[in-house]
């Protein structure tokens, strides 16, 4: 296979070499990809809870079991105000 990486990634590439970390091209390149399968694979199973958060939250939804957006809005406004003045108190009483 003949990858053409460009300027910059064969720069990288050629960097990460001189480093002695890596033996060769390859290895780099096969590092590359099992980390950026990792993330595609993490990806995906979020995706996955999504779907399922969503499915579980739709039936919550048919059977009349909502909530109040406006009065959940707030309840997070609240506690997003309680943690602000707490990290004030925090920093504050750390000087």
Same mark, same amino acid.
């Given at each position: 296979?003949?990858?053409n990486?460009?300027? #910059?990634l064969? %720069? /990288? ?6 480093t ?7 290895e780099i390149?096969? +590092?590359?990809?099992r980390?950026?399968?990792?993330? +595609?694979?993490?990806?995906?199973? *979020?995706m +996955? +809870?999504?779907?399922?958060e ?5 039936? %919550? *939804?048919?059977?009349g079991e ?6 959940? /809005?707030? =309840?997070?406004?609240?506690?997003? =105000?309680?943690?602000?003045?707490? %990290?004030?108190? #925090? #920093?504050?009483?750390a000087?």
């Amino acid at each position: 296979m003949n990858v053409n990486l460009g300027q #910059t990634l064969d %720069q /990288f590439v050629a960097d990460m070499l001189k480093t002695g970390l890596y033996q060769s091209q390859s290895e780099i390149l096969r +590092e590359g990809l099992r980390l950026l399968k990792n993330r +595609e694979d993490l990806k995906r199973l *979020a995706m +996955e +809870e999504v779907r399922k958060e969503i499915a579980v939250g739709s039936r %919550q *939804a048919d059977r009349g079991e909502l909530v109040d957006g406006p009065a959940v /809005f707030a =309840a997070i406004r609240r506690k997003s =105000a309680q943690r602000k003045r707490m %990290q004030q108190r #925090t #920093t504050v009483g750390a000087r």
